[in-house]
């Protein structure tokens, strides 16, 4: 029984070494990649956390300065974020406290410098609309229509498209672009939800260009049905 038992457990023995000999390599090359995959997943995680704690600690510093009207820190500050930490969350929202600082203090140039950052190169799609949307109120302040028509044919996110239109009908309508504006005023009224308090302002800007918001309703509906 016992010489069985030792045939036996030899040939489980010679099948598991020509199944490793066989496989043996393969298999060690995947567990390698896979615990090479973990490693470096958990370096990529401890890394952005990292990247986000100390952009954090660099945004408290930029809000600081602003709070104090301290250009220099300021600037120093968001030079820093911008060349250590472009890609985060509080790269975007130092650009636009930025440039909210510097329109305060009438330092316009400065200002549009900040938010053509934020949109060149902020990590949020949603900043990056945002601050093409404050640039363009910028441009229009200074009579830069051509430019601020520009900054709103640039990409946007989706949400944004609603006051993209409104904002292009208040530029069309300085140029003197009557009939141009009322078609951005007219998809802005359209894409505004009834709820959002903000299709008034668009209706009575209609009204002032002799356009009834009903009519535009209307309109919206036959081609929805078409």
């Known amino acids: 029984m016992a010489n069985h038992l030792d045939l036996e ?4 023995l010679d099948q598991l070494k020509h199944f490793w000999n066989t496989w043996g390599t393969l298999i060690s090359s995947i ?8 490693a470096a997943w958990n370096g990529y995680q401890y890394w952005q956390t990292r990247q986000a704690t100390q952009a954090s600690a660099l945004y408290d510093a930029v809000d600081a300065a602003a709070t104090a009207g301290d250009e220099v820190r300021l600037e120093q500050a968001f030079t820093d974020m911008r060349s250590q930490y472009a890609g985060t969350h509080q790269a975007g929202q130092a650009g636009l406290l930025v440039a909210k600082t510097y329109v305060g203090k009438g330092n316009l140039d400065a200002a549009k ?17 945002l601050a093409r ?33 409104d904002r292009k009908g208040d530029v069309l309508v300085l140029q003197g672009k009557k009939q141009e504006a009322i078609a951005e005023y007219s998809l802005a009224y359209k894409n505004f939800p009834e709820s959002v308090e903000y299709r008034r302002l668009i209706e009575v800007k209609l009204n002032a260009l002799g356009v009834q918001p009903q009519a535009v309703a209307v309109a919206a509906a036959t081609e929805t049905v078409k």
Not at 31 to 38: E, I, K, N, P, R
Not at 113 to 129: F, N, Q, T
């Open 113 to 129: 410098a900040a938010l053509l950052w934020v949109a060149d190169h902020a990590g949020d799609e949603g900043y990056k609309s």
């Open 133 to 165: 949307l404050r640039l363009a109120g910028i441009l229009m302040d200074q009579k830069a229509y051509d430019e601020a028509l520009k900054q709103l044919a640039s990409p946007f996110a989706p949400e944004y498209s609603a006051v993209v239109a």
């Open 9 to 12: 457990e030899q040939e489980q």
């Open 31 to 38: 567990l390698l990649l896979v615990a090479g995959s973990l």
